[in-house]
């Protein structure tokens, strides 16, 4: 284990990392929780995103024109709530790299990911696969699995998980995209993941999305802890559909409402199966209550419900520090955060046996995630960390995910981190 001394000077560094980051003065836009009665070091963005301090009044707003309005609130609200969707669409699209129009913020990711399961997994008898990472979230797992099997198809012949390489945590993108050649013309979707949940590793989505339509198939994107983590151009990569939520690095509260992303060549597509609800038949016709379906254009045609009017006031408080910062400057931030996490880590774990870092080492290739894989003793460290006030998170079987969010999170927070990690691996690790 590096000597205290050694350590120190690293950890000394976050003064002047901190006095030299352009988004500093954001932390003081967030609620930090506290754990026994001091600010928490909080490392859990990935899980759940701190409260921006403009959430209270955006909502509260909500809560005062159904009070004063009632019914009217859906035309007279400060934020009419028959239009409630479409003022996050352009703040949205800004920060996963989309055409408003490809943009909607509706039900929640699962739900979403069913929903263009529908539309874009068509099967036939000669192009019926699924590409996935491994050991991908479940969710996502068992979405795919009992959406195949409602079809009539056997997960085990449709599913593909591909796996590292024996020794390694990570897909290789040569890897993938040997396997997408290898599927070849029975590929129906490639289903991936932009940033994996567990390893932190961010998946080369354009070299991805362009190996699967070389071969036929289309390309779709799990974005809950990629959206408002990395920089995103959905509609220049020419990806098919995603769907993400947004409690994560997106900050709009727990159970948020979730994102879809329905490239143009697709959304003006009223040809395509979809499942269909009175919010995104077309406008024009939505009250005259007609039997006919007409898709509304764009995303918003995928719509089935009226929509959720908290959430969204919660999500269009968030989004608003989003346009403030710019994706750019969180990048920048992101990369040096982690990076500096990686020192740290690296610094506090010299000697120490049974620990490994497994997300990606090279900035580019990882969002606001670094795991840490534990041989043995995983789950007493992060037991003791939790008393220490670090507040992160456990995923079984052996991993301690550490997400910085640029937004809130400081070099000094991290600095604090790797001294508390310094005293419980002494303790803790044998
Ligand atoms: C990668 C990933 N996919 C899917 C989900 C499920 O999201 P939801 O509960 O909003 O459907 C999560 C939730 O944490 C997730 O991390």
């Given at each position: 284990m590096a000597e205290l001394t050694q350590l120190q000077t690293l950890l000394d560094r976050s003064a002047e990392l901190d006095a030299a980051d352009a988004l500093a003065a954001f932390r003081s836009r967030f609620h930090i929780p506290t754990v026994d009665g001091r600010p928490a070091l909080y490392f859990c963005g990935n899980s759940l995103g701190l409260q921006p301090k403009g959430t209270h009044d955006e909502v509260l707003q909500e809560l005062a024109d159904w009070q004063r309005l009632g019914v009217e609130g859906h035309f007279h609200a400060q934020s009419p709530w028959f239009s409630a969707h479409r003022t996050v669409t352009n703040a949205m699209a800004r920060v996963v790299g989309a055409l408003p129009h490809e943009v909607v913020m509706m039900n929640s990711l699962t739900v979403n990911l069913h929903l263009m399961l529908v539309s874009f997994y068509r099967p036939t008898a000669e192009r019926f696969r699924i590409l996935l990472a491994g050991h991908e979230f479940p969710s996502d797992r068992y979405a795919l699995e009992t959406h195949v099997r409602s079809m009539g198809l056997d997960p085990t012949e449709t599913l593909l998980e591909l796996h590292p390489h024996p020794g390694s945590h990570t897909l290789t993108t040569e890897q993938i995209l040997a396997a997408i050649d290898d599927v070849g013309t029975s590929l129906a979707l490639v289903m991936f993941s932009g940033v994996h949940y567990y390893t932190g590793q961010y998946f080369n989505i354009p070299a991805i999305t362009q190996a699967a339509h070389r071969v036929g198939a289309v390309a779709g994107f799990d974005l809950a802890h990629a959206a408002g983590n990395v920089n995103l151009h959905l509609h220049d990569w020419g990806v098919d559909f995603a769907v993400w939520c947004t409690y994560k690095y997106l900050n709009a509260g727990p159970g948020g409402v979730g994102g879809t992303f329905v490239h143009e060549r697709h959304g003006n597509n009223a040809d395509l199966p979809r499942y269909g609800g009175w919010w995104g038949n077309a406008e024009a016709t939505r009250f005259t209550m007609d039997h006919a379906f007409v898709p509304t254009a764009g995303a918003d045609g995928w719509q089935l419900s009226n929509a959720p009017i908290l959430p969204l006031a919660a999500l269009r408080a968030s989004l608003a520090v989003f346009d403030e910062a710019g994706m750019d400057a969180i990048g920048t931030k992101r990369e040096a955060l982690t990076s500096y996490l990686v020192d740290v880590l690296d610094a506090v774990l010299t000697g120490v046996g049974g620990v490994h870092i497994i997300t990606p080492r090279n900035a580019a290739e990882r969002g606001a995630q670094i795991s840490l894989s534990f041989d043995h003793d995983g789950k007493a460290v992060f037991d003791a960390l939790r008393l220490r006030g670090v507040v992160a998170d456990w995923r079984t079987p052996s991993v301690i995910r550490l997400a910085p969010a640029?937004?809130?999170?400081?070099f000094a927070d991290v600095a604090a981190l790797g001294k508390q990690l310094h005293a419980v691996v002494a303790k803790e690790v044998s």
């Open positions: 640029p937004l809130y999170n400081t």
